[in-house]
């Protein structure tokens, strides 16, 4: 069983810090989230809105044919940023110009949200398709219990982060907490700084890739370097989330079954354990 690499000196400290500042950089240089600034089709003020009707007028602005780009609708006057625009189904782009709550975009589909600030905790709580992109930090539990779709934090997130994962894709560019992929059965998660302890615990499938320190792994969880088959998947994994990163960087983190199944059907052994 690999060792995780020990926790961070202070010398590796200050190049995580520098890899989660680093992702400030990401909220003004990329392109697809500047085109999405500079392209606002609608505003929509929630103050002004019956609550009932809100996912009816989101759905005014569906795209007419699936080849066309999403409209991208400003919203504003939200009556309350926690529970935010829970299950929202409709095929948009939600644009959200400041700092958010608590179980966010919860139980959504299809809609991809875009936040330019903060998110709190049970960010995308068991998301079921779609796309949240956060420009800041966000809490705890992030994209617990989700299905399917695609996560992305392009700052720090804390505890929890995957727990319960099931599918879909979940991106954090910064650091991550204690306990993130708690019993995580499916999916895949890509941490670009640091993880705490206890990566990884009750993780019965799926896929962590890390690129930084892991202060420890749970049990029954092991640390492999990443192969030429996952490297492809996981570069083509960064650009959709408009994450930089060379795959090569990055380690793997399985159930031990996982990593003895692939061997065994293989004949794959890989020396160059960590």
């Known amino acids: 069983m690999s060792k995780p690499r020990s926790k961070p000196s202070a010398q590796s400290s200050d190049s995580a810090t520098s890899r989660a500042t680093d992702a400030d950089t990401v909220y003004s240089?990329?392109?697809?989230?500047?085109d999405a600034l500079n392209s606002i089709n609608a505003t929509v003020d929630l103050s002004q809105i019956d609550p009932s009707t809100v996912a009816?007028?989101?759905?005014?602005?569906e795209r007419k044919h699936e080849d066309d780009?999403?409209?991208?609708?400003?919203?504003?006057?939200?009556?309350?940023?926690?529970?935010?625009?829970?299950?929202?189904t409709a095929d948009v782009r939600l644009l959200i110009n400041q700092s958010i709550g608590?179980?966010?975009?919860?139980?959504?589909?299809?809609t991809e949200f875009r936040v330019h600030g903060d998110a709190g905790n049970a960010l995308a709580e068991a998301l079921a398709g779609g796309a949240v992109r956060i420009r800041g930090n966000a809490g705890d539990a992030v994209g617990v219990s989700?299905?399917?779709g695609t996560v992305a934090v392009y700052g720090n997130a804390k505890d929890r982060c995957?727990?319960?994962?099931?599918?879909g894709e979940l991106f954090v560019r910064g650091n991550v907490g204690d306990a993130c992929g708690l019993g995580m059965v499916g999916g895949t998660m890509v941490i670009g700084g640091n993880a705490g302890k206890d990566l990884g615990a009750g993780m019965v499938s799926g896929t962590i890739f890390v690129r930084g320190d892991v202060e420890s792994l749970g049990?029954?969880?092991?640390?492999?370097?990443?192969?030429?088959?996952?490297?492809?998947?996981?570069?083509?994994?960064l650009v959709n989330a408009s994450i930089r990163g060379d795959a090569s960087d990055f380690r793997r983190i399985?159930?031990?079954s996982i990593l003895e199944k692939e061997k065994a059907t293989r004949g794959e052994i890989n020396p160059k354990w960590r």
């Open 29 to 34: 240089s990329d392109s697809t989230s500047q």
């Open 56 to 61: 009816s007028v989101f759905r005014e602005y």
């Open 69 to 88: 780009e999403p409209t991208t609708v400003q919203v504003t006057g939200f009556p309350s940023l926690d529970h935010l625009l829970m299950r929202t």
């Open 102 to 110: 608590d179980f966010a975009f919860a139980y959504s589909r299809t």
């Open 146 to 148: 989700m299905q399917s």
């Open 162 to 167: 995957g727990a319960l994962m099931a599918g």
């Open 219 to 237: 049990s029954d969880v092991v640390e492999s370097p990443v192969r030429s088959r996952d490297q492809l998947r996981l570069g083509l994994l």
């Open 254 to 256: 399985t159930h031990c």
